[in-house]
C-alpha cells in the first residue's frame, strides 16, 4: 500500500463525516416511516449506485449463484438487522447517542475475533482497550437526562444492531475471496428481498403522506451512506488498506455527536462527552494492539 497523502486523509474524513450523517437522518426519517420501511428504503437506493458500478465495470453479481444462502443470510444479519434495530432504537433516542453507541462495532469486533479466528486474539492492550471503551458505554447509560425506564431497551437495540454489523462481517469471511463490489451488490438485493414482504404486510407505507423532510433523509440515507460511503470505502481500501481505513471509526462518533447538535439541537452533557472520549479511547488502545510502541 502507498503511503497515505493529504487526499487519502481527505477522503478518510469525507467517509466518517457521510456515516456519521447518517444518525441524525434517521431520526428525521422516524418522523414519517417506520423502522422496516426506512431499513427498504436504505437498501433500494443503497443498491443503485453499486450496481451500476458493477455494470459500468462488469462485474458479476453473484446473488443467485451457488453461495446465495451467504449472501442472503448476511444481507438478513448485516444490513436488514441492524438497519431495522438502529432506526426502531433512534426513534427514541437522541442520534448523537446512537452515534455513540454504534462506535462500539470495533470494540465488538475485537471480542468476537478472539473466539471465531485464529490470529486475532486478546492481549493485555486489547483487553485494556474493551475495558476502557464497553465502560464508557456503561457509563453513557447512567445518564437518566438521556437514557431512562421510556427508552431504555431502545438504546439497547441499537447496541445490538451494533453487535449484527460485526456479526455479518465474520460471516462475511467466508466469502472473502470474492470483489468487494460483488458481495455489497449481491447482499443489497437479498436485503432487498427480505424486505419486500416485511414492508408490504407491515406498514404499507405507500399510504402515508411522509413530511419532505423525512422522505429526502430516507432517499439521502439510501444514496450517500449506503450505496456512495461503501463505494468509498472500497477506493479507501485498495489504495491504502484496512488499517488506515479502520481509522475512521475514531471520528465517527465525533461527528454524529456534532451534526445532532447543528441540525437537531440535542441536548450534549457531560456525561456524554465522557463517554465518547472512553470509547475513542478504547478504539484506539484497540487498533494499536498489534503494535509494540502505543505513543
Not at 422516524?30 to 423502522?35: E, V
Request: with cysteine; aromatic share 14%; hydrophobic share 55%.
Amino acid at each position: 500500500m502507498r503511503q497515505p497523502k493529504l487526499i487519502d486523509y481527505t477522503l478518510l474524513t469525507l467517509l466518517a463525516l457521510i456515516w456519521a450523517s447518517a444518525f441524525f437522518n434517521i431520526k428525521i426519517a422516524t418522523y414519517s416511516f417506520g423502522p422496516v420501511t426506512i431499513a427498504f428504503l436504505r437498501v433500494f437506493f443503497g443498491a443503485i449506485p453499486v450496481l451500476l458500478l458493477c455494470y459500468f465495470k462488469k462485474i458479476k453479481i453473484e446473488a443467485f449463484s451457488k453461495d446465495w444462502y451467504w449472501f442472503a443470510m448476511i444481507g438478513l444479519i448485516n444490513l436488514v438487522a441492524p438497519f431495522y434495530l438502529i432506526a426502531y432504537g433512534v426513534k427514541l433516542v437522541q442520534s448523537n447517542l446512537a452515534a455513540i453507541l454504534m462506535a462500539t462495532t470495533p470494540l465488538s469486533a475485537t471480542v468476537l475475533s478472539h473466539f471465531f479466528t485464529q490470529n486475532e486474539k486478546f492481549n493485555l492492550i486489547k483487553t485494556l482497550g474493551i475495558l476502557i471503551g464497553f465502560s464508557g458505554i456503561l457509563f453513557l447509560f447512567s445518564d437518566n437526562l438521556l437514557i431512562h425506564e421510556n427508552n431504555f431497551i431502545s438504546a439497547l437495540l441499537i447496541l445490538l444492531g451494533s453487535t449484527c454489523y460485526v456479526i455479518g462481517g465474520v460471516l462475511t469471511l467466508k466469502i472473502s475471496k470474492k470483489k468487494n463490489e460483488n458481495v455489497t451488490g449481491s447482499i443489497l438485493i437479498w436485503a432487498i428481498i427480505i424486505l419486500i414482504p416485511l414492508v408490504f404486510y407491515t406498514e404499507k407505507p405507500w399510504q402515508a403522506i411522509p413530511r419532505t423532510d423525512s422522505l429526502i433523509s430516507a432517499i439521502y440515507l439510501g444514496i450517500v451512506p449506503t450505496g456512495v460511503a461503501w463505494l468509498l470505502r472500497f477506493k479507501i481500501l485498495k489504495n491504502n488498506g484496512l488499517i488506515f481505513q479502520s481509522q475512521v471509526a475514531y471520528l465517527i462518533p465525533i461527528f454524529g455527536v456534532i451534526l445532532g447538535y447543528i441540525f437537531l439541537k440535542e441536548l450534549i452533557t457531560i456525561k456524554v462527552l465522557i463517554s465518547l472520549m472512553a470509547v475513542i479511547i478504547g478504539i484506539y488502545f484497540v487498533s494499536k494492539a498489534d503494535n509494540k510502541k502505543l505513543f
